[in-house]
């Protein structure tokens, strides 16, 4: 480990990050955007949930080094060709926590909430989906933190990130520049956690004390051994 | 004035809930609609606020067919209380009272000052309660918030369904209480479901019977359905002892008090005695100089002691359970009696003195005169309905 290679380069180091935070960032909450609104549907729709999901569960086992490839064709070399797969991902591990939190608000609120003169829509804003926050809140977690892990893949098709210093260190065979890497993108990870708690926090104080259902910390794979 | 004119829901899967139902509910009454489980009392509910649309017949509320308004603003104007709350997990204790208010348009700060002025109506204070959320509540405050919100846009209808089924017995006791005190004071329609007959009668003005299947036994005030079951169905749904509980509704100022049993303390024994065989009671009820009651003296066992000593020394019997003439029921005027070890209860007024005495022959007058009178009364009242028809 030679520490004085950090503030040497701080100048590269500093931008790899930024770039890998970026892409840690925009596909969750691409994800997001979509799968709220799929995720109505497929609660509206009771029989629209099981084909959506076996469509969303064989997309998140697709590997995403695969997935550049093939997008290298149609986005070229650039952060769309990571983008999309990496937002891919998130969807699959969104959309399941949209529809169970949807699901896990309680039949005497929804049936109380209309009884009170609440309309479908309004029920839906007011009610429904600031009740499925806390389970949605989770699987943000877990999306962010695989994308943030995932995002370095990138540099093997030259899109910036953490990823450089791995390719580099191991072809100069200089394994501080790894080390970095690798402690950035846990660093980064972390830090992104602990905002999402503190939001989860905040916007949710009316959770505290209430367990979160267990289904929010699917599908099954830790972050860490997400597909690769 | 809420209608209901030959009123069926049958589900699609052929199950008849309510089957041709006629029952009115009037203006600012407590109607209970009680039976077992599977009877349509909880789809009679719902069919007020559409939660659940008949499929036959009219509901009506003041002479309009509910069908015919937007199903939002109809609930808007309509109170509604569920046994599991319902609360907003999300919302404050202020903001779940302050709901429909806000849906019609309030101002927020007017909704909040309406939600604290409700949360004092129904016994919550707005100081320590108003920020918290509900599963910081106990369910007894649960139930409460859930009676302030239906009340919040003072609805002149108040729909509840099993409203304390979900809370133990003593809290029960104390919201039904609450609920009766608050009635008093607000005069709403209410319709509440309960399988708890006692609970029908305790706080219904009326009372509905649901035998299984929908259709309705009996419509009646709790005293009529205590003292003259339709049949066996509903005499056996309203228990045993209607006999004694049918006495709740008789006020003990009926009864006709001895009062020459009420002696004062300062008395001889010799003249007790004089007093005692003057009334022929072997009992007399020994005052202290603000009137209120020592003891029972026992007149046989006076004559054992001296002549001349005051009944203040005697040994006196413990006074036991009293009752108020004015306020309390011939049923508790009984259980007073019953209770007491000489067989008589003292009724005593609002500062606790004695009025006089009760005897199980007075109260069996008092009993039969009420149940004549009431029996009497509910027949000319059947009569002018039966004319009207």
Sequence with gaps: MQWSWIPQNWSIIWPYTLDNLLLGLVPPLIGLVISVPVGIACVAKRWLYPPVLSVASALYALPS????????????????????PLTLFSLCVLLPNVVDGLRSVQEPVRQAATAMGFGQLRRLVQVELPLAMPVVIAGLRIAVVSSI?????????????????????????????????????????????VILVAARTVLTPWARGRRIAPSALTPGLPPAMGPA | MITFEAVTKRYPDGTVAVDS?????????????????????????????????????????????????????????????????????????????????????????????????????????????????????????????????????DPPVLLMDEPFSAVDPIVRAALQDELIRLQAELHKTVVLVTHDVEEAIKVGDLVAVFRPGGHLAQVDTPERLLGAPADDYVRDFVGFDRGIR?????????????????????????????????????????????????GWAAVADLAAGSPAAALADAELAPVGHTFRPDTDSLRAALDATILSRTERAVGVDASGRAIGTTSYERLRDAIRAAEDAADAGAGLVRQTAGEAR
Aim: glycine share 10%; proline share 5%; hydrophobic share 45%.
């Design chain 2, 246 to 294: 049918r006495l709740s509704f008789f006020p003990a100022a009926g009864l006709d008090l001895a009062t020459d049993t009420v002696i004062s303390a300062v008395t001889t024994f010799a003249d007790a005695i004089t007093a005692g065989r003057r009334a022929g009671e072997p009992w007399l009820l020994v005052a202290g100089a603000d009137g209120r009651p020592l």
């Design chain 1, 65 to 84: 080094l695969a997935l550049f490839v093939v997008l290298i064709d149609y986005t070229g070399l650039g952060n769309l060709t990571v983008i999309i």
């Design chain 2, 21 to 153: 139902l006629d029952l009115d509910i009037p203006d600012g009454k407590v109607m209970v609609l009680v039976g077992p489980s599977g009877c349509g009392k909880t789809t009679t509910l719902r069919m007020i606020n559409r939660l659940v649309e008949p499929t036959a017949g009219r509901v009506l509320i003041d002479g309009r067919n509910v069908a015919d308004s937007d199903p939002s603003k109809l609930r808007r104007g309509i109170g509604y209380v569920i046994q599991q709350t319902g609360l907003f997990p999300h919302r404050t204790v202020e903001d779940n009272i302050a709901t429909v208010p806000l849906l019609i348009g309030w101002k927020k700060a007017s909704a909040r000052a309406r939600a604290r002025e409700l949360m004092d109506l129904v016994g919550l204070d707005p100081a320590t309660m108003a920020g918290r959320y509900p599963y910081q509540l106990s369910g007894g405050q649960q139930q409460r918030v859930g009676v302030a919100r239906a009340l919040a846009a």
């Design chain 1, 149 to 193: 892990s995932l995002a370095s893949l990138g540099q093997l098709i030259g899109v910036s990130s953490l990823g450089y210093f791995f390719i580099d260190g191991l072809q100069r065979d200089f394994p501080t520049e790894i080390y970095v890497g690798l402690a950035l993108t846990l660093l980064l990870a972390l830090l992104c956690d």
